[in-house]
C-alpha cells in the first residue's frame, strides 16, 4: 500500500489531507512540524511528503532540502495557504528547492488526489525521477527533471 506523509501545523488541514488520502485507499501518516515529519522519514517507509510551508520549529522548505538529500527517492508535494504574494514567492521557491509538485490551498480533495495520482504514476512509470506531469493550471506546478 502508497504510504503518505502530510506535514502541516494546522490540525484540521492535516486531518483534512489525512481522511481524504485514507478514504482514497493510502496509508497515512501525520505530522505537525517538519522536525517530527524528519524523524517519521527516517524510521519509516514512505513513498510521498506533503508539507505545508509554512510551519513552527522546522518549514516546508527545510524538509524539502532534508528530502531531496536524506530521501532522494520519495516524491514530495509543498502546499500553502499563504496570500497571493506568498504563494507566488513561496511555492515556487518550494518547486526550486526540489518539490516535485505545489499546490495552494483551498483545493478540493478531487484536485489533490488528482495530484497524488499524478505524482505516484510519474514515479511508477520513471523511478528515481524528481519531473512530475505538466502543470496543468496556476495552481499546480511540476518540477521539470
Do not use: W
Amino acid at each position: 500500500m502508497t504510504s503518505i506523509l502530510v506535514i502541516d501545523d494546522d490540525q484540521v488541514a492535516r486531518e483534512y489531507i489525512g481522511l481524504c488520502l485514507q478514504r482514497a485507499g493510502y496509508s497515512v501518516a501525520c505530522a505537525a512540524d517538519g522536525r517530527q515529519a524528519l524523524d517519521a522519514l527516517d524510521n519509516g517507509s514512505i513513498d510521498l511528503v506533503i508539507t505545508d510551508i509554512f510551519m513552527p520549529e522546522c518549514d516546508g522548505i527545510e524538509v524539502i532540502r532534508a528530502l531531496r538529500n536524506r530521501h532522494p527517492g520519495v516524491r514530495s508535494l509543498a502546499i500553502s495557504g499563504g496570500s497571493g504574494v506568498l504563494n507566488t514567492c513561496y511555492l515556487p521557491a518550494a518547486q526550486r528547492l526540489g518539490a516535485d509538485r505545489i499546490l495552494a490551498k483551498p483545493f478540493s480533495p478531487d484536485r489533490l488526489l488528482s495530484v497524488v495520482e499524478g505524482l505516484l504514476a510519474a514515479d511508477a512509470e520513471a523511478p528515481g525521477r524528481c519531473a512530475g506531469g505538466p502543470a496543468d493550471s496556476s495552481a499546480v506546478s511540476s518540477r521539470s527533471a
